[in-house]
């Protein structure tokens, strides 16, 4: 398993941004496992962003970002999306998706997620 995160980029605060999350390699579908998004601010460490169950497609956010962040998966293309709106600078951070088996008490936890992608730069300019 390979994860590939894409769509990062510089942008102004209140844009938007879509992240792009496939698996690269084997292209096996993401079903049965559960997506995250992670982010990590510059001298910070990797925080919760946003994670989706595969199967059923419950969801879950960070409160720094439920109503401007939305995470979706396509399964046609075997893909997690995270949706960001009106962005702030604060956002700032490498972003990652993630993939695992987390119980729901521990979606939020990086160790619950056993494969990684190499993360995408966001950046928001004041």
């Known amino acids: 398993v390979q994860l590939q995160a894409s769509g990062g980029g510089l942008v102004q605060a209140g844009d938007s941004l879509r992240l792009s999350c496939a698996d690269s390699?084997?292209?096996?579908?993401?079903?049965?496992?559960?997506v995250g998004w992670f982010r990590q601010p510059p001298g910070k460490e990797r925080e919760f962003v946003a994670a989706v169950k595969w199967s059923g497609g419950t969801t879950y956010y960070a409160d720094s970002v439920k109503g401007r962040f939305t995470i979706s998966r396509d399964s046609a293309k075997n893909t997690v999306y995270l949706q960001m709106d009106s962005l702030k600078p604060e956002d700032t951070a490498v972003y990652y998706c993630?993939?695992?088996?987390?119980?729901?008490?521990?979606?939020?936890?990086?160790?619950?997620?056993?494969?990684w992608g190499q993360g995408t730069q966001v950046t928001v300019s004041s």
């Open positions: 390699v084997s292209g096996r579908p993401f079903s049965g496992r559960t």
């Open positions: 993630a993939s695992g088996f987390p119980i729901t008490s521990s979606v939020r936890r990086r160790e619950s997620y056993r494969y």
